[in-house]
């Protein structure tokens, strides 16, 4: 059964059919999901979904909604983290880290991202890292604190060389469906030079819709699609890499 790693199943997008959804995973093969934590505004319905569907979660705050208040939302976050300790199903710090996109808040950005760095390594929790158009400055900052869990570099998109230096951190890369677009030939390069081991799978969901998509969202169903697309890159059967991208996740994800 497969994982998908990176969910946002908890978002508005999926009220309506979530029942539904978590029903076709099965059917699919897909035994789970990692719900992401987002902004303190979303944690407890994020930790209501998680703990009805038994789903995993890490909680923290993303790039896009550090405020100018965020210390507040650092000690808020200690707190929940706190009170989750003893329960499994919390197995990462994150969504975290920078966004060069939206980069409005870049020094406020900054500054919340080494806040969660000194969180995971202080409970001795892997991290999900979001790490858009900074690459440069993530490895800086992962390189600083040197997680002994290490964690996932979420929607990896960039270079085998950029890649390496990931893994080197003790982190695995996280490929979503922007290797399913023709067009996206770094990404495809970096999976096919690299060991499976070094990739974990995720959708992102409702984000990152490929490209030529008739949905309207994208959901946890497209991890077969991914996992096909990384089992043609490496020439093997799809069946023996779906189980070693499970056993990857099981590294970083330790229950
Ligand atoms: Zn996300």
Redesign the pocket.
């Given at each position: 059964m497969l994982i998908d790693s990176?969910a946002?199943i908890d978002f508005a997008d999926f009220d309506g059919d979530r029942d539904a959804i978590f029903e076709q995973m099965q059917l699919s093969g897909i035994s789970n999901v990692l719900i992401?934590g987002?902004s303190s505004a979303h944690w407890q319905k994020q930790l209501s979904i998680a703990k009805k569907y038994q789903s995993l979660f890490a909680l923290g705050v993303?790039p896009w909604y550090v405020t100018e208040t965020f210390e507040n939302d650092i000690v808020e976050l200690k707190k929940l983290i706190n009170q989750h300790l003893e329960n499994d199903f919390m197995v990462a710090i994150g969504?975290c880290g920078l966004d060069k996109i939206k980069s409005a808040n870049w020094v406020q950005q900054i500054s919340a991202f080494e806040a969660q760095l000194q969180l995971a390594e202080e409970y001795q929790m892997p991290m999900i890292v979001?790490s858009v158009r900074a690459h440069g400055e993530v490895l800086t900052l992962l390189e600083k604190y040197k997680l002994p869990k290490g964690g996932i570099i979420?929607?990896f998109y960039g270079s085998v060389e950029v890649a390496k230096q990931y893994l080197k951190l003790g982190f695995k890369l996280g490929i979503g469906g922007l290797i399913l677009n023709s067009d996206a030939n770094k990404l495809h390069k970096a999976v096919q030079s690299l060991p499976i081991s070094s990739f974990v799978v995720e959708t992102?969901s409702p984000?990152m819709l490929p490209k030529n998509s008739d949905q309207s969202r994208n959901t946890p169903l497209l991890i077969n699609k991914i996992v096909t697309k990384i089992a043609v890159l490496h020439a093997k059967p799809a069946v023996l890499v779906g189980e070693q991208l499970r056993s990857s996740f099981f590294q970083v994800v330790d229950i």
């Open positions: 990176h946002h992401p987002v993303h969504e979001h979420h929607g992102d984000s």
